[in-house]
């Protein structure tokens, strides 16, 4: 009887080896970590730091580069007088006035939350900026202004830098511009009727006019 060599027991592959490649992965040292960690901190920082701002800021200038820009705003002299985002302390009395603010219009200053409707202080606050206001004399009265007014002209904003009024507390000011100016009050109130807005979008809310436009438009109509 012929006899068999016995079958061959196949060596099995070592457990640190690739599949199909019969080669065992490379074993990463401290050095090998920090490089990796370096290149995905190097990967955030230009995208996040430099890409993505770069992308913003340029479809920015293309689809609105005046709001991008700060919606500034220029002077009949072509020069930049300021920004229709944030009011000015236009407290000359041959002007329109913008909102009262208890910081002096200053953007860095941050304003304190304003009393609620239920607060004395409220009240209190209103009847000061009123007498502020009437203080003023011109046409040989104390009476600069007339009695149909919002809360918006003698009271602040949340912020203490709201450019808008709304456009009766724009037209109770006109006897005291005509005055100093003396442009007729049919002209004044035509200039206010040609700077009110509505809100954006057809949003429900009141009408406005930006202050700082009106009055860039008011010394227009002084010097023509």
């Known amino acids: 009887m012929r006899a ?8 099995p592959r070592p457990a640190t080896s690739r599949p199909g490649t ?11 970590h920090l490089r990796a960690a370096a290149l995905l901190l190097t990967l955030a920082v230009v995208t996040g730091g430099l890409g993505y701002p770069l992308v913003v800021t340029g479809f920015a200038q293309l689809v609105a580069p005046t709001t991008a820009n700060g919606s500034l705003v220029t002077g009949p002299n072509g020069t930049v007088v300021g ?9 000359v009395p041959w002007l329109f006035w ?7 219009y200053n953007m860095l200053a941050g304003s304190p939350a304003p009393p609620g409707p239920a607060d004395p202080a409220l009240r209190a606050e209103i009847l000061a900026y009123l007498a502020e206001y009437r203080n003023l004399s011109f046409n040989g ?3 600069s202004l007339g009695e149909n007014l919002t809360l918006w002209l003698v ?9 808008d009024l709304q456009p009766q507390d724009a037209l109770v000011q006109i006897p005291r511009i005509a005055w100093f100016t003396h442009l007729a009050q049919s002209d004044l109130r035509a200039l206010v009727d040609r700077h009110t807005q509505e809100p954006l ?5 009141p009408k406005f006019v930006n202050v700082l ?12």
């Open 4 to 11: 068999t060599a016995p079958p061959a027991v196949p060596v």
């Open 22 to 32: 019969g080669r065992a992965p490379p074993v990463r040292g401290p050095a090998g």
């Open 83 to 91: 920004s229709i985002l944030v009011a000015q302390n236009l407290s």
């Open 98 to 104: 913008p909102r009262v603010s208890s910081i002096d």
């Open 141 to 143: 009265t104390n009476q």
């Open 155 to 163: 009271s602040e904003s949340g912020s203490g830098i709201d450019p």
């Open 201 to 205: 979008g057809g949003i429900p809310g």
């Open 213 to 224: 436009e009106l009055d860039i438009a008011l010394e227009a109509l002084r010097g023509s």
